[in-house]
């Protein structure tokens, strides 16, 4: 973290009590951020978190499948850091969602729920996030944390991949649309990372996942959360737009 200097950013993170996020935050904290970061029910995860960083790094729980909670924690954010310079949609769920099931209603129920939480959440903190930005005149950046199954598609979780290429999407136009305010956006495709949201597929499957990758190793929650540092400071402000795979290979576009 040398290299990267966040002294002065104030940070909000979805979903930052454990794996990815968790990484994440301690990759934002140690370049000198200050980071509010959400959790929905590990609150004894995050509790831990904030002790072992201690200053500049506050927790507040969110439920992102509540609409109405969202304008809250961003003026949370706001109120507790004093603005907001960055935003890392991070948090998200998935679940098998089978094309062979006899279920119609189920299978629009996985649609609905997936979508609710992975776009249309990270949609409206973006908004949020960017009316922020505007009104302070500063810039921002936002930094969406999207999948590998956005590209190459999922046999069991369809659902899934179509909410992370959606969030992809959802990227570029912010690119695009906000470049003269001084905003930048970025998405972060990791493969199987070692996490608490992949490890029953791992438990169960964890020999041929490896097999896929070159180096044969699965990646950390470590390798994601140096790249999103990255991505938060100025150094990448040129690459706006773009997404970058972190998958060690296994799916190369």
């Given at each position: 973290?040398?290299?990267?200097d ?15 996020g ?9 370049a ?21 960083l201690g200053?500049?790094?506050v927790?507040?729980c ?5 609409a109405d ?28 969602n ?6 119609l ?19 409206d ?13 500063t810039?921002?950046?936002?930094v969406?944390?999207a ?8 046999l069991?979780?369809?659902d ?25 956006a ?15 597929a ?8 490896a097999?896929?990758?070159?180096s ?8 994601v959360?140096?790249?999103?540092a ?18 060690g ?5």
């Open positions: 973290m040398a290299l990267l966040l002294r002065g950013k104030r940070v909000l993170r979805t979903g930052g009590s454990q794996g990815i968790a990484a994440g935050v301690r990759a934002l904290h140690a000198g951020a200050s980071v509010m970061f959400t959790y929905r029910s590990r609150s004894d995860l995050a509790r831990a978190l904030c002790s072992e200053a500049r790094v927790a507040e969110l439920d992102l499948a509540d909670a969202l304008p809250r924690i961003v003026e949370r954010c706001v109120a507790e850091l004093g603005g907001i310079d960055v935003l890392v949609n991070n948090a998200g769920i998935f679940a098998e089978k094309f062979d099931g006899d279920d209603a189920a299978w629009r129920r996985g649609w609905q729920r997936t979508f609710t939480v992975n776009v249309f959440a990270a949609a903190l973006a908004w949020l996030a960017i009316r922020e930005m505007r009104r302070a005149r810039g921002g950046t936002i969406n944390v999948s590998r199954a956005a590209h190459r598609g999922e069991t979780f369809a899934y991949g179509a909410s992370k290429a959606a969030l992809i999407n959802l990227t570029k136009s912010i690119a695009r649309a906000c470049a003269t305010d001084g905003i930048t970025f998405s972060v495709a990791p493969g199987f990372i070692a996490t608490e949201m992949a490890a029953e791992l438990a169960s499957n964890g020999a041929a996942i097999a896929e990758i070159p044969g190793r699965i990646g950390s929650a470590a390798d959360g140096g790249i999103i990255f991505l938060a400071s100025p150094l990448a402000a040129y690459a706006t737009g773009t997404t970058i795979d972190v998958n290979a296994s799916y190369v576009r």
